[in-house]
């Protein structure tokens, strides 16, 4: 019984240490940048969006319904979608942008048509 609680008792400790060690200190932030692993035609795209446009596909700018719900829910007409071209692809392939706000203040990539999405900050 004592070997067990002292066993139990270096086990807390040891995940109390790792706890500590991985936490960073306070002010500091050392995510990545929110624009980290997206591919150059996001970049293109998010850069089309935040100047106005030309938009390349017909259907750029047109309200995104958040059916799926995994945005914050926003009034109807909140969300706009864009497309993100895919090379090689004969359609729209899978990847956009969807923007929140007039003008767009939140931006949130999704490369597999709404199954997930990643926010990313604006260009500067």
Same mark, same amino acid.
């Given at each position: 019984?004592?070997?067990?609680?002292?066993?139990?008792?270096?086990?807390?400790?040891?995940?109390?240490?790792?706890?500590?060690?991985?936490?960073?200190?306070?002010?500091?932030?050392? &995510?990545?940048?929110?624009?980290?692993?997206?591919?150059?035609?996001?970049?293109?795209?998010?850069?089309?969006?935040?100047?106005?446009?030309?938009?390349?596909?017909?259907?750029?700018?047109?309200?995104?319904?958040? &059916?799926?719900?995994?945005?914050?829910?926003?009034?109807?007409?909140?969300?706009?979608?864009?497309?993100? &071209?895919?090379?090689?692809?004969?359609?729209?392939?899978?990847?956009?942008?969807?923007?929140?706000?007039?003008?767009?203040?939140?931006?949130?990539?999704?490369?597999?048509?709404?199954?997930?999405?990643?926010?990313?900050?604006?260009?500067?």
């Amino acid at each position: 019984m004592l070997r067990t609680l002292a066993f139990r008792l270096v086990m807390v400790l040891a995940v109390l240490a790792g706890l500590v060690a991985c936490t960073p200190p306070a002010g500091s932030d050392n &995510r990545q940048p929110s624009h980290a692993g997206l591919p150059p035609e996001a970049i293109e795209t998010l850069a089309l969006i935040q100047r106005g446009g030309p938009f390349p596909y017909r259907k750029d700018g047109t309200t995104f319904h958040n &059916r799926e719900r995994l945005l914050p829910a926003k009034p109807r007409g909140y969300y706009r979608e864009y497309t993100v &071209r895919t090379p090689g692809s004969r359609d729209r392939g899978a990847r956009r942008i969807v923007a929140g706000g007039d003008p767009p203040e939140v931006f949130y990539y999704t490369a597999d048509h709404y199954s997930s999405f990643r926010q990313i900050e604006p260009l500067p």
